[in-house]
T-cell receptor
Framework: GEDVEQSLFLSVREGDSSVINCTYTDSSSTYLYWYKQEPGAGLQLLTYIFSNMDMKQDQRLTVLLNKKDKHLSLRIADTQTGDSAIYFC?????????????FGKGTKLSVIP | DAGVIQSPRHEVTEMGQEVTLRCKPI?????LFWYRQTMMRGLELLIYFNNNVPIDDSGMPEDRFSAKMPNASFSTLKIQPSEPRDSAVYFC?????????????FGPGTRLTVT
């Protein structure tokens, strides 16, 4: 079945880069997503990447996709204390008209001042 | 737009009581999803609707759980009777039914505690 895996915790110092990794199983996923969840809030879409792309950059965020290894990463440059949150990787299920997403368990990013 | 609205934000109830969670999706979104989030199991999809019709309810844990979407702007998730193991944060999300990006917009969640 579909499964998205992430490490549960990451701790970095303010100003350093953070790299959050994710592996997924559905090789026919069309889009892959990164969501951010701040304490007491719902998930917010941070960025996404189409499966025919290798990289996408959006300000401090860089998404890298290795389709061969089914590996997705999110790099946050110049990490700030406001980046402390849980980050979820998600893949869209294959199949026409399928609107379900499969989420990983989330990586809790702690930024040390 | 106000985004996805959920109510109540917090609910504390005793075991055996009926609990009803409410959701108003973003106007114009054709898909509505109910999720449950716990530390142990992460984010689980319970059920989703397309144009008010339930499409996949295979994630609904037991017959004690039921969900309805009487119109395009309102959905409920009901637990009857509730049990302590139902304690979790329940999220509602909605998405557009066109295009391929499928991104979902989440509400703030309802934190349910069953004692």
């Amino acid at each position: 079945g579909e499964d998205v895996e992430q490490s549960l915790f990451l701790s970095v110092r303010e100003g350093d880069s953070s790299v959050i990794n994710c592996t997924y199983t559905d090789s026919s996923s069309t889009y892959l997503y990164w969501y951010k969840q701040e304490p007491g809030a719902g998930l917010q879409l941070l960025t996404y990447i189409f499966s025919n792309m290798d990289m996408k950059q959006d300000q401090r965020l860089t998404v890298l996709l290795n389709k061969k290894d089914k590996h997705l990463s999110l790099r946050i440059a110049d990490t700030q204390t406001g980046d402390s949150a849980i980050y979820f990787c998600a893949e869209s299920l294959s199949g026409a008209g399928s609107y379900q997403l499969t989420f990983g368990k989330g990586t809790k990013l702690s930024v040390i001042p | 737009d106000a985004g996805v609205i959920q109510s109540p934000r917090h609910e504390v109830t005793e075991m055996g009581q009926e609990v009803t969670l409410r959701c108003k999706p973003i106007s114009g979104h054709d898909y509505l999803f109910w999720y449950r989030q716990t530390m142990m199991r992460g984010l689980e999809l319970l059920i989703y609707f397309n144009n008010n019709v339930p499409i996949d309810d295979s994630g609904m844990p037991e017959d004690r759980f039921s969900a309805k979407m009487p119109n395009a702007s309102f959905s409920t998730l009901k637990i009857q009777p509730s049990e302590p193991r139902d304690s979790a944060v329940y999220f509602c999300a909605s998405s557009l039914g066109t295009g391929e990006r499928y991104e979902q917009y989440f509400g703030p969640g309802t934190r349910l505690t069953v004692t």
